[in-house]
């Protein structure tokens, strides 16, 4: 039942997708519709790379037609609507904006599609026409085969490193002149505006997303985060030289941000609605992760870092395969794997004035080579080159 009923909604988009291309002719005639560039990220925020093309685009390029695919109940919808046109997500007019755009842009690949996973596999099937740009939402540090063609198809695919992008261009079979070495849009504003601050920032697990809370507490993930927050002598020290620590917990995640609430006055648990990853990385003195590509952010800013990897054998084994960059080897900070180890090395840093280990930003230069500018303007050009 459950194949059939799968395969009921494919048809439904195939037809519905179908009538909107035909419709798509006529509709390019008019203003709304005619060389439209569609941008989004997962249309539910406005916060990463998309979002800060979409800002550029209007203010340096208002002669090209963007709209921006945005939830009108998000908390991002207000300041997208205030820059320019925007597209309710799942409405008819989304479909034809999808199926007349002239490009179509995103941090996620298919994330402007009325229905990301199952447009990327009718995209895969030859079904989906148009020129699909594929921004990125981060520097990839792991192998995502789902992103290897003919998984992924888009047309232009941004890297930012000169290693992730010679590991993508040999590695992921995409067509010469699709990977390109341009840069994240997010970087051309990115600043250190560090204050006493501890970020912790991990990433999500495909096997908690649907637990239930009470499942959920019981999990490594929990057990982990919850007793580092609340860790005696850790919130002492905070104490002692004025730091605070925020959790922020990863968008599939936020739903359990509520169970890692505490009384102590040096803890926060900030959650999508009122914080911003962006803003939360520029402020932030110190970051703990795990596997999150957050880090190549806060290494870009020469800033110390923490990888806690506590279910390591586990997350590779289930989630993703390793990529060409080794925490261990290449990485911006220390890799521990028990939760003493984080807050002796938290007091630790405390301590000693938040400083980053010389060898760390060592390795940071070396990643990131030389400065890359003008990353908006440069995907602009790109996208001129492919339409």
């Known amino acids: ?58 203010k340096n390029h208002p002669e090209v037609n963007c709209a921006y695919v945005i939830d009108k109940n998000s908390a991002d919808f207000e300041k997208v609507k205030k820059l320019g046109k925007t597209v309710e997500p799942n409405t008819f007019s989304h479909m034809l904006a999808f199926a007349a755009a002239e490009v179509r842009i995103s941090t996620h690949y298919m994330g402007y599609a009325p229905d990301t996973y199952r447009f990327a596999v009718m995209k895969k099937l030859g079904l989906i026409l148009g020129k699909d740009v594929f921004l990125q939402h981060g520097i990839m540090a792991n192998d995502a085969k789902e992103l290897h063609y003919p998984n992924a198809k888009p047309d232009l695919f941004i890297c930012t490193a000169g290693d992730e992008y010679k590991f993508i261009k040999e590695n992921f079979g995409h067509k ?85 609430k505490t009384d102590l006055q040096n803890v926060k648990i900030a959650d999508f609605e009122n914080y911003g990853v962006r803003e939360l990385l520029m402020e932030s003195s110190l970051l703990v992760t795990d596997y999150s590509s957050v880090f190549f952010d806060f290494a870009y800013m020469r800033k110390p870092i923490l990888y806690f990897w506590f279910d390591e054998e586990k997350f590779f084994a289930t989630q993703y395969d390793k990529g060409y960059f080794g925490c261990r080897k290449d990485g911006f900070g220390r890799v521990v794997k028990t939760k003493g180890e984080v807050v002796n090395f938290l007091i630790n840093k405390l301590e000693n004035g938040m400083k980053n280990d010389e060898v760390y930003s060592e390795r940071a230069d070396k990643f990131f080579g030389e400065e890359i500018s003008c990353r908006c303007e440069k995907t602009y050009r790109e996208i001129l080159n492919i339409i």
């Open 176 to 260: 010469d002149g699709v990977v390109k070495k341009i840069g994240l849009c997010r970087y051309d504003s990115i600043k250190n505006n560090a204050k006493k601050q501890i970020l912790i920032m991990p990433t999500w697990r495909y096997f908690l997303r649907n637990l239930s809370d009470a499942e959920f507490i019981k999990s490594d993930y929990y057990k982990n985060f919850y007793e580092i927050l609340t860790d005696k002598n850790l919130n002492s020290a905070l104490s002692k030289h004025g730091y605070e620590i925020i959790l922020y917990l990863h968008y599939e995640l936020q739903k359990f941000s509520h169970l890692f």
């Open 1 to 58: 039942m459950k194949k059939f009923s799968s395969l009921f909604v494919y048809v439904y988009y195939a037809f519905y997708y179908a009538f909107a291309l035909v419709l798509s002719i006529f509709a390019r005639n008019f203003k709304k519709y005619k060389n439209l560039w569609l941008i989004s990220e997962r249309k539910t925020d406005a916060r990463d790379n998309a979002f800060f093309f979409f800002e550029y685009m209007v």
